[in-house]
């Protein structure tokens, strides 16, 4: 028993008998206990931290009491830091439990943290988190032994209040951090920290920061087997001026992270995921899960991910979000590849509608190879966009609308939607399958009835799509499908186009349709161009008014010039004309002379 009882240490034994440990530093007296290489177990009470403690040895663990007592840091430098050991080596299964971490003035007065962007020089975002995980020495250098050397490390039941950050991870493996809590204090008018030192517009309020910045190019992942188990985060109070997240991961190899049942409220991202623009190494970017988050009251995103486009994959399986009023998408996906969004994820929109454009459930932007299958979307005035997006699935999903107490119910307008981006960059070879599309019944927005505008968009020019087995309720959505592309397939036929009217003026106009009926105002108009023209592109005209004159040209003659004889659509007789685009000239494919 007595060898087993030398396994700890009590914090106490190393404090002065009558210590006021609240107001006198103790820091000396725990690192002391720390360096013992003994478990230290840390009794309910207050302790005033003015420096760092470092558990740079394999089996390092400090243990509040269940209670979590109190460790009070009045400067602006980290609590806790697991570091790599002085000499070479690993620091393995070092463990954290039990405690609350604040940041308070001397005297336990609010503080407002400095906080700060990631390249600015007066302090970096890692020294300003409460807890820190990273393989550099307590010197601040990197491991000069290997990347990845703190390994199977528990964080667990920790409370951290009003840091910059939360917790910093950097080159981990392995590690686990179990029902933690980050928050901050009401500093949202502030617009400089307890430096005096003006906040950046980049600087960054978060939770749970990751850093996937390999220490060596092509080694490990920087935060290899990471796993956030029901943790919490709160960015209430963040300065206005500023950046917040909740779970923030930055960097070009961003690889085996996985979050289970966490939650957050406040933020302007949940989650925030970004590769970075110099995400170029084949093999990034696979096995990142997050699993039901539940997102409250965000401002900007519930979760942002952007440039995962490397070989693997990453998921979004159940959970929750809704935003504040005059937030943007639930989920948007920026180029990226393999993300997959299901398990009946729930998505409520029913404060967004400051018609920016942005009002998406989810959205799939300039992506390819995703998967959006089996959610609920309701209350968005859009509920799936894919922009400039090929190779998705979007199967399965439930969007709708329904009346919510206290809720100041949103416009709605297209359920699905397929478009081009600001670039002219298309859509191509998405399928769309059993999807369930519906508007609002009694009492939404106090009126009798609210449809959708139109159940499933293919805007013009958009490619190849797939349409297929979908339930779309005529009482409640207005258009069940409106223009539809080009070459799309729809429940089993190749789709009828939608009719378009053209004005006619001059001797060209733009293809926005399959079917253009053209309006030869004032008298017979000669056809000479079209443009807009997608190779492979089937264009039916008719016309109304006037005759319509097609001038004739050859194989090789002008761009999106018409091969043909010369024609006379008789517009009294209904006459018709079919065209096919074969990417620079339109070719005449028959001309019914009726």
């Known amino acids: 028993l007595q060898e087993k009882l030398g396994y700890t240490v009590n914090v106490q034994d190393f404090i002065p008998s009558g210590t006021n440990t609240e107001t006198t530093d103790c820091s000396s007296y725990f690192q002391n206990a720390i360096d013992t290489g003994k478990t230290v177990y840390v009794p309910r009470a207050t302790y005033r931290i003015d420096e760092t403690l470092y558990l740079k040895n394999s089996y390092d663990s400090l243990i509040g009491h269940e209670s979590m007592p109190t460790l009070r840091m009045t400067g602006e430098k980290t609590i806790i830091a697991i570091r790599a050991p002085s000499t070479t080596g690993l620091n393995e299964y070092s463990r954290v439990e039990n405690f609350y971490l604040?940041?308070?003035?001397?005297?336990?007065?609010?503080?407002?943290?400095?906080?700060?962007?990631?390249?600015?020089?007066?302090?970096?975002?890692?020294?300003?988190?409460?807890?820190?995980?990273q393989s550099k020495t307590t010197d601040g250098t990197s491991s000069t032994s290997t990347t990845n050397v703190i390994q199977s490390t528990r964080l667990s039941n920790i409370r951290v209040r009003n840091f910059a950050v939360g917790f910093y991870f950097s080159e981990v493996v392995g590690t686990t951090v179990h029902k933690c809590f980050s928050q901050v204090d009401d500093s949202a008018s502030a617009t400089t920290g307890d430096d005096g030192v003006t906040f950046d517009s980049n600087a960054w309020s978060i939770g749970y920061y990751c850093n996937a910045t390999p220490i060596s190019e092509g080694s490990i992942s920087p935060l290899a087997s990471i796993e956030f188990v029901e943790c919490d985060d709160n960015r209430d109070g963040t300065p206005t001026t500023i950046k917040?997240?909740?779970?923030?991961?930055?960097?070009?190899?961003?690889?085996?992270?996985?979050?289970?049942?966490?939650?957050?409220?406040?933020?302007?991202?949940?989650?925030?995921?970004?590769?970075?623009?110099?995400?170029?190494?084949?093999?990034?970017?696979?096995?990142?899960?997050?699993?039901?988050?539940?997102?409250?009251?965000?401002?900007?995103?519930?979760?942002?991910?952007?440039?995962?486009?490397?070989?693997?994959?990453?998921?979004?399986?159940?959970?929750?979000?809704?935003?504040?009023?005059?937030?943007?998408?639930?989920?948007?996906?920026d180029d990226c590849n393999g993300v997959t969004v299901t398990g009946g994820f729930q998505i409520i929109g029913n404060v967004n509608d400051d018609a920016?454009?942005?009002?998406?459930?989810?959205?799939?932007?300039?992506?390819?190879?995703?998967?959006?299958?089996?959610?609920?979307?309701?209350?968005?005035?859009?509920?799936?966009?894919?922009?400039?997006?090929?190779?998705?699935?979007?199967?399965?999903?439930?969007?709708?609308?329904?009346?919510?107490?206290?809720?100041?119910?949103?416009?709605?307008?297209?359920?699905?939607?397929?478009?081009?981006?600001?670039?002219?960059?298309?859509?191509?070879?998405?399928?769309?399958?059993?999807?369930?599309?519906?508007?609002?019944?009694?009492?939404?927005?106090?009126?009798?009835?609210?449809?959708?505008?139109?159940?499933?968009?293919?805007?013009?020019?958009?490619?190849?799509?797939?349409v297929q087995g979908n339930k779309i309720d005529p009482a409640q959505v207005t258009t069940p499908y409106s223009n539809l592309g080009i070459r799309s397939y729809v429940d089993n036929t190749f789709n009828a186009p939608e009719k378009?009217?053209?004005?006619?003026?001059?001797?060209?106009?733009?293809?926005?349709?399959?079917?253009?009926?053209?309006?030869?105002?004032?008298?017979?108009?000669?056809?000479?161009?079209?443009?807009g023209g997608v190779s492979g592109q089937l264009l039916l005209i008719t016309g109304i008014n006037n005759d319509l004159v097609f001038t004739p040209a050859t194989t090789g003659g002008a761009a999106n010039s018409i091969i043909c004889p010369t024609t006379t659509l008789d517009t009294s007789e209904g006459d018709a004309v079919l065209l096919m685009f074969n990417g620079s000239q339109w070719q005449m494919i028959s001309h019914g002379n009726n």
């Open 102 to 133: 604040v940041r308070t003035t001397s005297d336990g007065s609010t503080k407002t943290p400095n906080y700060r962007n990631q390249s600015d020089t007066v302090g970096n975002i890692d020294t300003l988190a409460a807890v820190t995980l």
């Open 244 to 333: 917040s997240a909740s779970y923030y991961v930055f960097g070009p190899d961003v690889r085996d992270i996985f979050w289970q049942r966490c939650e957050c409220v406040n933020p302007q991202y949940g989650w925030y995921i970004d590769a970075g623009a110099t995400n170029t190494t084949a093999g990034y970017d696979w096995d990142i899960h997050i699993f039901r988050p539940v997102i409250d009251a965000y401002s900007i995103n519930a979760i942002y991910l952007q440039n995962l486009n490397g070989i693997g994959g990453a998921s979004i399986v159940g959970g929750y979000a809704a935003p504040k009023t005059g937030g943007n998408e639930a989920i948007l996906i």
């Open 356 to 466: 920016e454009d942005k009002e998406d459930g989810i959205r799939l932007q300039n992506s390819t190879r995703c998967s959006i299958i089996g959610n609920r979307i309701t209350n968005s005035r859009y509920g799936i966009s894919l922009e400039a997006s090929t190779l998705c699935n979007i199967h399965g999903n439930i969007i709708d609308a329904t009346v919510l107490a206290d809720a100041n119910n949103v416009t709605l307008q297209n359920a699905i939607r397929l478009f081009a981006d600001g670039s002219g960059n298309n859509c191509s070879y998405n399928t769309i399958t059993g999807n369930v599309i519906s508007g609002a019944s009694t009492g939404y927005n106090s009126e009798s009835n609210v449809p959708y505008s139109i159940g499933i968009l293919i805007a013009a020019n958009q490619a190849e799509t797939t």
């Open 500 to 531: 378009v009217t053209t004005t006619l003026s001059g001797t060209t106009f733009a293809v926005t349709s399959r079917w253009h009926e053209v309006d030869a105002t004032g008298s017979a108009h000669n056809l000479a161009t079209i443009t």
